[in-house]
């Protein structure tokens, strides 16, 4: 039985490269303001930076923009607690077209690629205004003494995704139906400094701050 997980997981990724290949053809160059416009200042209590990656990292990627940002909550932001808050990290990475194997990396494949142990994995349902609740995945991961929560989804044509082979069954639909595969990995990293939990309540109030900016810049669905 424990088998049957990994057979369909199999199936369905050479499902979806089958047909993205067969259903190839040009598709329309969406407008979306780049990432690049991102505003450095949230909500009038985030201050930002771009950091960006590495060139053989992006050659690796083969994005279609992104962004590689850190956040800091200014001093007296409402929702700071005592003390210093640990940095915020934010990135995106968007594919105008995923057809050709340029895809958003897994964080289940890529942070244990880089050292990363995952402790706990889960779903969870964040309240977002205007938009109900967003099911999203939240990680807790370990490097050492270090560890990270790790918000993250896939948003691809309007849906906020949390499952990966989820998202990739509604790739091979879009593309059938809407000649559409662009989409985007989102993920919220915060080092744990105190507890994991107070780590996770900086996530959650970061990626409610956001979500309304972000929106501006994702193709509409």
Same mark, same amino acid.
């Given at each position: 039985?424990?088998?049957?997980?990994?057979?369909?997981? @199999?199936?369905?990724?050479?499902?979806?490269?089958?047909? /993205?290949?067969? /259903?190839?053809?040009?598709?329309? %160059?969406?407008?979306?303001?780049?990432?690049?416009?991102?505003?450095?200042?949230?909500?009038?209590?985030?201050?930002?930076?771009?950091?960006?990656?590495?060139?053989?990292?992006?050659?690796?990627?083969?994005?279609?923009?992104? $962004?590689? +940002?850190?956040? %800091? /909550?200014?001093?007296?932001?409402?929702?700071? +607690?005592?003390?210093?808050?640990?940095?915020?990290?934010? &990135?995106?990475?968007? &594919?105008?077209?995923?057809?050709?194997?340029?895809?958003?990396? !897994?964080?289940?494949?890529? /942070?244990?690629?880089?050292?990363?142990?995952? @402790?706990?994995?889960?779903?969870?349902?964040?309240?977002?205004?205007?938009?109900?609740?967003?099911?999203?995945?939240?990680?807790?991961?370990?490097?050492?003494?270090?560890?990270?929560?790790?918000?993250?989804?896939?948003?691809?044509?309007?849906?906020?995704?949390? !499952?990966?082979?989820?998202?990739?069954?509604?790739?091979?639909?879009?593309? $059938?139906?809407?000649? +559409?595969?662009?989409?985007?990995? %989102?993920?919220?990293?915060?080092?744990?400094? !105190?507890?994991?939990?107070?780590?996770?309540?900086?996530?959650?109030?970061?990626?409610?701050?956001?979500?309304?900016?972000?929106?501006?810049? $994702?193709?509409?669905?």
């Amino acid at each position: 039985m424990k088998k049957w997980p990994v057979i369909v997981a @199999v199936v369905m990724l050479m499902s979806a490269w089958g047909s /993205l290949q067969v /259903l190839s053809h040009g598709e329309p %160059v969406l407008a979306k303001k780049r990432f690049a416009e991102f505003p450095l200042t949230i909500a009038e209590r985030w201050q930002g930076k771009e950091f960006g990656l590495e060139q053989n990292i992006l050659d690796v990627l083969k994005l279609s923009d992104y $962004m590689m +940002r850190g956040y %800091v /909550l200014q001093p007296g932001g409402t929702g700071q +607690r005592e003390g210093k808050s640990a940095p915020v990290w934010l &990135y995106v990475g968007f &594919y105008q077209s995923q057809r050709t194997g340029s895809t958003y990396h !897994s964080p289940q494949n890529c /942070l244990p690629g880089a050292g990363w142990q995952f @402790v706990e994995a889960e779903q969870v349902a964040v309240p977002i205004q205007g938009a109900g609740f967003l099911t999203i995945n939240k990680v807790l991961i370990q490097k050492g003494l270090d560890k990270q929560v790790i918000l993250y989804w896939y948003q691809d044509r309007g849906r906020v995704i949390a !499952s990966e082979y989820v998202a990739k069954g509604y790739l091979i639909w879009d593309a $059938m139906t809407k000649n +559409r595969t662009d989409g985007a990995l %989102v993920r919220i990293a915060v080092p744990v400094t !105190s507890t994991a939990d107070q780590a996770y309540q900086q996530a959650v109030a970061f990626f409610q701050d956001i979500w309304p900016v972000l929106q501006d810049y $994702m193709p509409e669905a």
